[in-house]
């Protein structure tokens, strides 16, 4: 509503002018200083004499104080931007594609004041602030172009990271009804348009891919799985499966697959194979590469009595020393995950180094050395072992084995150092070395190490999850995805990377020598599962943050401007 008083401001503008325009102006009359002739009588003369256009500074001087005047009284809001902030957290997962969540919020965003502001909180796998105190137009731009494929929605956490940035009220738009009511939380509840079918999981080992499809319509469905091969670099062979699907439940499927196919690629069509209809779509493919295990690589420059004894090496086949024993400093890509040594030498922050003394039986009893161990290695040791100790002998660290209080492996972390020391109460005489025990002491550490192992322990991959590569060689990798490549610098032997579409991925080392393959497909029964079917809103009790979008530092200088206008309009007129 205008100001009463701006309108009185508005209508000074023509008074002004009225008052130039018709005002007379006294006339100049020479007189003598020295009286040497008299003053004329001037005659009385009547009436108004009307001025030619107003041309003098003062009138204009006036004016545009007039204006100024205006517009303090007015007060624009596009000056002060006087409205309310609202936060809203966007649940950007997978199932939030078979709602109106654009629609819904382009009509909760209309019905907002002019000048209120917009803090947009995403959340998929992981929460992120989109967007800080942007106006209405550019929070429906960035809804729109939202991406919903994650495969999990981090709900708590995003409210977490909203209130811990203190924005007042919340509002979450998301699928999934609300746990706790929060007077603290508006909470939008959307419903899916439709039933789904999808892949939920798969899986494949040897030459058996194992499949589990959701079918959520409450009758039975007739699907048809066209599986592309591809079994080389150019050529692909396609069949076609029929499947029965059971009403509202999941259905396991097996497929036999030949031992030279390099990856397969699965989609759901309807009998004239057109894409097949349902409310989510990114589930209804799946990319899927055969699993092979990973080598854990030992690396050993003990003596071969030594390492025949402990079960590292055999009589028959001994390993071969790694590149990283030659050559420790040029060897990155050969980091050994397991190193046996009487050295400290080679590996990378993340190999255990297994340290033994020179090989003399008197010093077998001495202190074993390792890097990076998280649990106890010797939980599956026989409680039968023969195990000659010292009880006078005192070890350091947290006790791992002990008998009658008397402790006889420990384990010490270094502080200077970070390495994992262990201390071992053996017997020089001890018959612990020629028991199975030993070795299996050995195969625990190597099975807890398994999971530390280098390269890409990854093949099958979720959106928003991070694809991690250890003890790589640095340089420049390509990472090849379904439609670009990407080149990712590696340092520290380190490669972390977070896929943003779904399908097949292939990685080069700086040689351009294809080294791993990974998939990243939606295989999420929670997502997939669509159960929501009416929409409700969760009203909240705390009103939005006022706030003010422009400075009022602008009145300050219209006033200051004002004033000197009026001194200098004072000081014409003298």
């Given at each position: 509503?205008?100001?009463?008083?701006?309108?009185?401001?508005?209508?000074?503008?023509?008074?002004?002018?009225?008052?130039?325009?018709?005002?007379?102006?006294?006339?100049?009359?020479?007189?003598?200083?020295?009286?040497?002739?008299?003053?004329?009588?001037?005659?009385?003369?009547?009436?108004?004499?009307?001025?030619?256009?107003?041309?003098?500074?003062?009138?204009?001087?006036?004016?545009?104080c007039c204006l100024l005047l205006f517009l303090l009284l007015l007060n624009p809001p596009a000056c002060t931007g006087s409205g309310n902030h609202h936060v809203l957290i966007l649940d950007t997962s997978a199932s939030m594609q078979a709602t109106e969540i654009q629609s819904e919020v382009q009509t909760s965003l209309d019905n907002r004041g002019q000048y209120d502001r917009y803090t947009i909180i995403t959340t998929g796998t992981n929460p992120s602030i989109a967007s800080d105190y942007v106006p209405a137009h550019q929070a429906l731009s960035l809804v729109s172009n939202l991406s919903f494929q994650h495969a999990s929605s981090s709900l708590q956490e995003a409210i977490h990271l909203a209130q811990s940035i203190g924005l007042g009220k919340i509002e979450?738009?998301?699928?999934?009804?609300?746990?706790?009511?929060?007077?603290?939380?508006?909470?939008?509840?959307?419903?899916?348009?439709?039933?789904?079918?999808?892949?939920?999981?798969?899986?494949?080992?040897?030459?058996?891919?194992?499949?589990?499809?959701?079918?959520?319509?409450?009758?039975?469905?007739?699907?048809?799985?066209?599986?592309?091969?591809?079994?080389?670099?150019?050529?692909?062979?396609?069949?076609?499966?029929?499947?029965?699907?059971?009403?509202?439940?999941?259905?396991?499927?097996?497929?036999?697959?030949?031992?030279?196919?390099?990856?397969?690629?699965?989609?759901?069509?309807?009998?004239?194979?057109?894409?097949?209809?349902?409310?989510?779509?990114?589930?209804?493919?799946?990319?899927?590469?055969?699993?092979?295990?990973?080598?854990?690589?030992?690396?050993?420059?003990?003596?071969?009595?030594?390492?025949?004894?402990?079960?590292?090496?055999?009589?028959?086949?001994?390993?071969?020393?790694?590149?990283?024993?030659?050559?420790?400093?040029?060897?990155?890509?050969?980091?050994?995950?397991?190193?046996?040594?009487?050295?400290?030498?080679?590996?990378?922050?993340?190999?255990?180094?297994?340290?033994?003394?020179?090989?003399?039986?008197?010093?077998?009893?001495?202190?074993?050395?390792?890097?990076?161990?998280?649990?106890?290695?010797?939980?599956?040791?026989?409680?039968?072992?023969?195990?000659?100790?010292?009880?006078?002998?005192?070890?350091?660290?947290?006790?791992?084995?002990?008998?009658?209080?008397?402790?006889?492996?420990?384990?010490?972390?270094?502080?200077?150092?970070?390495?994992?020391?262990?201390?071992?109460?053996?017997?020089?005489?001890?018959?612990?070395?020629?028991?199975?025990?030993?070795?299996?002491?050995?195969?625990?550490?190597?099975?807890?190490?398994?999971?530390?192992?280098?390269?890409?322990?990854?093949?099958?991959?979720?959106?928003?999850?991070?694809?991690?590569?250890?003890?790589?060689?640095?340089?420049?990798?390509?990472?090849?995805?379904?439609?670009?490549?990407?080149?990712?610098?590696?340092?520290?032997?380190?490669?972390?990377?977070?896929?943003?579409?779904?399908?097949?991925?292939?990685?080069?080392?700086?040689?351009?020598?294809?080294?791993?393959?990974?998939?990243?497909?939606?295989?999420?029964?929670?997502?997939?599962?669509?159960?929501?079917?009416?929409?409700?809103?969760?009203?909240?009790?705390?009103?939005?943050?006022?706030?003010?979008?422009?400075?009022?530092?602008?009145?300050?200088?219209?006033?200051?401007?004002?004033?000197?206008?009026?001194?200098?309009?004072?000081?014409?007129?003298?």
């Open positions: 509503m205008l100001n009463p008083f701006a309108i009185l401001a508005l209508l000074s503008l023509p008074i002004v002018y009225l008052l130039h325009r018709y005002h007379r102006r006294p006339s100049l009359k020479m007189v003598s200083s020295l009286y040497l002739w008299t003053i004329e009588q001037p005659a009385q003369i009547s009436g108004q004499a009307k001025e030619h256009f107003v041309q003098s500074l003062s009138f204009w001087l006036e004016i545009l979450v738009w998301t699928d999934q009804q609300q746990s706790l009511p929060s007077t603290e939380i508006e909470w939008h509840t959307l419903k899916h348009q439709g039933h789904n079918i999808g892949f939920v999981r798969g899986e494949w080992n040897d030459n058996q891919i194992s499949l589990q499809l959701l079918n959520t319509f409450k009758t039975q469905q007739m699907v048809s799985i066209a599986v592309n091969q591809q079994v080389s670099d150019t050529d692909v062979e396609t069949r076609t499966l029929d499947a029965i699907l059971d009403a509202n439940d999941t259905t396991p499927l097996s497929i036999e697959m030949a031992p030279h196919v390099m990856s397969v690629t699965m989609e759901l069509q309807t009998r004239n194979d057109k894409p097949f209809q349902d409310a989510l779509h990114l589930d209804d493919r799946l990319d899927l590469i055969p699993v092979k295990p990973l080598p854990l690589r030992i690396a050993s420059d003990i003596d071969t009595r030594l390492g025949q004894a402990i079960g590292v090496l055999s009589p028959q086949t001994p390993p071969p020393l790694e590149r990283l024993i030659k050559n420790p400093v040029q060897s990155s890509p050969m980091y050994a995950d397991l190193l046996f040594t009487d050295r400290d030498i080679g590996g990378g922050p993340t190999t255990w180094r297994v340290h033994f003394a020179p090989i003399q039986e008197a010093k077998w009893t001495q202190s074993i050395q390792i890097h990076q161990t998280t649990n106890s290695i010797a939980q599956d040791l026989s409680a039968q072992t023969i195990w000659s100790y010292d009880p006078n002998r005192r070890l350091r660290g947290h006790i791992l084995i002990s008998t009658q209080n008397i402790p006889l492996l420990t384990e010490e972390i270094n502080p200077q150092t970070g390495k994992h020391i262990f201390h071992f109460n053996i017997d020089r005489r001890s018959p612990f070395f020629q028991t199975p025990d030993w070795p299996i002491l050995l195969g625990n550490l190597i099975e807890k190490r398994q999971q530390y192992t280098t390269g890409f322990s990854q093949h099958s991959l979720l959106m928003g999850e991070t694809l991690l590569g250890r003890g790589l060689e640095n340089g420049t990798w390509t990472i090849r995805s379904p439609t670009t490549d990407h080149t990712i610098e590696v340092s520290n032997s380190i490669l972390s990377f977070t896929p943003n579409e779904f399908g097949t991925y292939t990685i080069s080392n700086p040689d351009q020598i294809p080294v791993h393959r990974f998939v990243v497909n939606l295989t999420s029964i929670g997502e997939s599962l669509l159960g929501n079917d009416t929409t409700k809103t969760t009203p909240s009790s705390i009103q939005p943050e006022q706030i003010q979008t422009g400075s009022g530092r602008w009145r300050i200088w219209i006033w200051l401007l004002i004033l000197g206008l009026i001194t200098w309009n004072w000081r014409i007129n003298q």
